[in-house]
């Protein structure tokens, strides 16, 4: 049965309401009772004992904030009498703890259907890529992206476009009154119906970007990067390169980063440079003509059983609320759980959103080598958005703040949760590539896309993505799976929800039971029996991030 409220740990000093209570209502919990002062929104928290000025808040048993003016037994936490506060961190004096995993014998022997690599990296999509080194190459891309998607059925219905056809109809036939009074039809998502030419290609991808020219040598060489990491992913069979060729983002250094992810490269690695080939029209023809026979050969690659250690989930939260460190969160947490526990890789991310578990995840490393580069990380990500007139305090949105992420620490307590309890095995700078299994510890903002761009390009084969207030976040090549922590976003936004968590709070299963529901459902979607919301939606979201500023 539901509570109606919730002590995350014994330490708290604060109970998180699960449903909204009124002012003079009295709340039982755990032999005490307490009346209460305030009306207690849903997701937010009131104090269980009288507090001062200056005093500590304690959520998942850490501190995450101070209050700045004194708070009675009973009375609501807000952004009026709190404020952000976080514990330090420094290198680990103790030896990593050991590790008490998941019962996996269920999970041992299981498999999913995968593109399997010459590299041995195993890939849940079969996508051929078209990426531009350069912002002026976009406009070229989207008469590529135009061209191929509706002659080889990957285009979606023109839902929307047939709405504005009748509303134009409508007013040359001069109706003005059924104009006004005009309903269109549920748009809703709907997969292309037109038939595929290629059985065994899930798509041709397009990643427009507003980079590679007129920034600093690090984004030039980061932008690579991470193109390097989705032309290396295990989801692309081969790519189309448009270069314009003066461009910082070189076909040289793009090559280079290739190799350092795979020495011996073997993939389709197509390049056309407009300044070389002359007339626009002659690149884009050869490069249709190319890009069609490397696409006919991607077509033979077929799936094939491969070990859960070949999945690779990337651990992110957006849009979050009161309640995502207590449902999704710790539920896809038991999930990289246990992936790790069967040498898979989990990558937890979104640096600002560590900002006071940093210690715990510090003591959590493999080696002290793991811990510092983890900590000197944080640390000069800190120190760049100091040398902005920024800090970490600053990232929680008006929505997190709304629904109960009142500072930076109480919001990242809740989303390290997505991290489970595995030791963390490696810790990478943006746009490094995970090779290691266990937890990676990937270094990105916490911004929805540009966080899930760099965990695809970190190798993620699948990403796990947890909200409260709902995001329609996607990426190109990556199937991105969608979590409700409350049930009540699941009913309202059901296009973008692939998973609810909200039976958690409502106290009908437990967060063992949702992770391993949550495991069965990356294994149909790796295999390719179902297609996820964001895919069917062509949600197709990349920005790299950019560290730097223009030049």
Partial sequence: MQNTVLQLDPRDNVLVALKALRRGESVSFSGSEYT???DIPAKHKFV????????????????????????????????KNLRHAASDYHSSTIAPPRWTAPDVSKWRDRTFLGYHRADGQVGTRNHWLVVPL???????????????????????????????????????????????????GNGGPQASTAPKVFKNIDGIKFLTHEQGCGSTREDTRNLCGILAGYIHHPNVAGVTVLSL??????????????????????????????????????????????????????DKVERKPAPLSKLVVGLKCGGSDGFSGISANPAIGHTADILAAVGGRGILSEFPELCGVEQQLIDRSVSREVGDKYMNLMRDYAARAKAVFASFEMNPSPGNVRDGLLTDAMKSAGAAKKGGTSPVTAALDYPEYSSVPGLNLLCTPGSDVECVSAQVGAGANVVLFTTGLGTPTGNPITPVIKLSTNSELARRMPDIIDIDTGSIIEG??????????????????????????????????????????SL
């Fill in 134 to 184: 350069v912002f002026c190459e976009n406009r070229n891309l989207g008469v590529l992206k135009q061209a191929f998607e509706e002659e080889l059925g990957f285009a979606l219905p023109q839902v929307y476009r047939r709405q504005v056809a009748e509303m134009v109809k409508l007013f040359r036939e001069g109706k003005s009154s059924e104009l006004k009074d005009f309903q269109a």
């Fill in 36 to 38: 209460l002062l305030s």
């Fill in 48 to 79: 269980t004992k009288d507090l001062a000025a200056g005093e500590q808040i304690i959520m998942y048993g850490g501190l995450v904030g101070t209050m700045s003016e004194p708070l009675r037994r009973g009375d609501l936490l807000s952004t």
């Fill in 508 to 549: 009908e299963t437990t967060i063992e039971k949702m992770g391993e529901e949550v495991l069965e459902k990356i294994i149909r979607v790796a295999s390719g029996d179902v297609h996820v919301k964001a895919e069917i939606l062509s949600q197709n979201d990349f920005i790299p991030w950019k560290r730097g500023v």
């Fill in 245 to 298: 060729g003066c461009q910082h983002a070189q076909t040289t250094t793009l090559v280079e980063e290739i190799k350092k992810r795979d020495p011996n490269f073997s993939k389709p690695l197509l390049v056309f440079d407009q300044q070389q080939m002359g007339e626009e029209s002659t690149m884009l023809s050869k490069a249709i003509h190319d890009t069609f026979v490397g696409m006919v050969e991607a």
